[in-house]
């Protein structure tokens, strides 16, 4: 097995985490919350959780959701699912209410794990989303715990595991579907990417070929599990080349450098904002005692570089495609995020859908080379589908330009987005939220600049004719209705909000124009939330 070019027929994971815990043995391969399971632990423990799915009545093609933070459980789970061919759908932990219903709805789970920490959630349920649970499995056990009626029945993780019996294993192939993952919604409701065996494999294998992931690295993210890279591009390449990989809880700068001299980490996980929150940080002792080689995925920073004596590693992906364009270590152009993957054609188009000729900036359109490399199309949505699609091109509504050399030079996003925290945020859910208040006639989520290239949210409404309502109460009121990360900082209450022709908001305008004198400040009136 070449892990590096792995054939479509292999990009199974049965068979991989089989010979995976062969091969490695006693090797150490996942570390989480201070304890190490090894290849051939993990094989076990999977193939053990494997058979409760079956035992539970869980079937190839069945739906089981994952509630879970960073935890050992989140890659026994998912693990899991893939040896009896059911697809897993990982959800913010961050969601409950609408947000939490509708991915379930949506992908229409019939079973749940789900923390202890997290069943709180389970309460701000519809009755019919926990009547349609099968089961729900709780990390943790159930002890002291008020759950909801509705859920089949209730059991506890260890009550999932079944030590004895046989091979839980069933056949799967490479264009069977794995996972559903819900990228944000822009424009309307968040989008459940459908996922086959081969795409999950596609990105792991170029993540491999980007940083030269051996057998010696050990691999270190204090990303979120539920996200793509700290799964596909992280506890997936390790087990693909017999790597180490340790998963934070989450990302703290204060302790960063000295989680991964302990671990003895050669490879990082970060994204775009961690690199400038880390220099902002007082030197330290572990600023250079750690083995750190590469930082995946960010942009090119010499100080960053010179001060940490690590290569910041630049590449380009996204949900729907995986990782696409990368640049060999050796290859590397400071600014460019690399060529095209030999797996794909890709092009730079105007607003027409023409090419256009190198060193002009427009929209990256893809398409892949190999069948089942990138998403089936988005769950429940035909019409976004096909809107995805123009010309067999698949359009991905980022800008770059391409230099003569056939690199690409990332210069912004053409959808509307909003990031804040290491998280795309869903401007129309917020919107949703705040429209619901009686007292709102319309209004627009925004991105406002933030410290170290992030975003901070910016509301701005328009009342009803009679509608009364303070910044303050709003934040109130959205308390529960929205997770924290999705609150709004600045607040802005105008007459009338600006539309196109076709009664559309005008968001470029309230970009441009920026925050009025008369925009509310959550953070600076000690409102905080989020």
């Known amino acids: 097995m070449n892990p590096y070019r792995l054939p479509l027929q292999d990009r199974v994971l049965g068979p991989i985490l089989r010979d995976a815990g062969k091969t490695h043995g006693d090797r150490p391969y996942l570390t989480v919350d201070g304890e190490t399971w ?46 009896v061919g059911a697809i897993w759908v990982p959800v913010n932990p961050a969601f409950d209410g609408e947000l939490l219903d509708y991915a379930l709805t949506d992908s ?22 926990l009547r349609g649970l099968a089961w729900v499995a709780v990390v943790g056990g159930r002890d002291g715990l008020t759950l909801p009626e509705g859920p089949g029945r209730y059991l506890d993780w260890d ?8 091979d839980p294993e069933v056949p799967c192939a490479y264009t069977d579907v794995q996972c559903v993952m819900y990228t944000s919604g822009t424009t309307g409701r968040a989008k459940g990417v459908v996922m086959p065996n081969g795409h999950f494999f596609a990105s792991t294998g170029v993540f491999l070929r980007a940083l030269e992931l051996h057998r010696d690295d050990v691999l270190y993210t204090p990303l979120p599990l539920f996200h793509g890279l700290a799964s596909r591009l992280g506890v997936l390449p390790a087990l693909m080349v017999g790597a180490h990989v340790h998963v934070a ?6 302790t960063f450098w000295r989680e991964v001299t302990e671990c003895g980490a050669t490879v990082g996980h970060t994204i775009f904002t961690i ?20 930082m995946y995925n960010a942009s090119f920073d010499a100080e960053f570089e010179q001060r940490f004596g690590v290569t910041l590693v630049e590449a380009y992906g996204m949900t729907e495609t995986g990782l696409t364009i990368y ?32 060193g002009e900036t427009g929209e990256i359109v893809m398409r892949p080379k190999l069948a089942s490399i990138m998403m089936r199309g988005y769950l429940n949505k035909p019409a976004e589908t096909l809107a995805a699609w123009g010309d067999l091109w698949f359009h991905t509504g980022d800008y770059a330009k391409r230099d003569a050399d056939g690199r690409f030079w990332f210069t912004g996003r053409k959808k509307e987005r909003i990031r804040r925290r290491g998280e795309n945020i869903s401007a129309w859910e917020i919107e949703r939220a705040v429209s619901d208040h009686p007292a709102v006639r319309d209004c627009a989520a925004v991105a406002h600049p933030a410290r170290a290239g992030e975003d901070d949210i910016r509301i701005v409404l328009s009342l009803q004719p009679d509608g009364r309502l303070e910044p303050a109460e709003l934040i109130a009121w959205l308390a529960g209705r929205l997770p924290a990360f999705m609150v709004p900082r600045y607040v802005e209450i105008v007459d009338e909000l600006p539309y196109t022709a076709t009664a559309k908001v005008e968001k470029f305008r309230l970009v441009s124009e920026g925050l009025t004198p008369g925009a509310w400040d959550r953070e600076a009136q000690g409102a905080s939330r989020g």
């Open 38 to 83: 090894s290849f051939a632990r993990t094989d076990h423990v999977v193939r053990s959780v494997a058979r409760g799915l079956r035992a539970n009545g869980t079937a190839k093609g069945d739906t089981v959701a994952l509630l879970l933070p960073n935890c050992a459980e989140f890659v026994f789970a998912w693990y899991a699912s893939c040896l």
């Open 275 to 294: 690199p400038p929150i880390l220099k902002g940080q007082p030197p330290g002792p572990h600023d250079r005692a750690h083995r750190l080689r590469a």
């Open 249 to 254: 809880p989450k990302f703290h700068a204060s």
């Open 108 to 129: 229409g789970s019939r079973a749940l794990v789900v923390h202890r920490d997290l069943a709180k959630a389970l309460a701000t349920l519809p009755p019919a989303t």
């Open 327 to 358: 640049s060999a270590p050796a290859e590397r152009v400071p600014g460019s995020c690399g060529r095209i993957d030999d797996d794909w054609e890709a092009a730079i188009v105007d607003e027409q859908g023409l090419a256009l000729p190198d």
């Open 159 to 166: 009550a999932l595991r079944v030590e004895h019996g046989p």
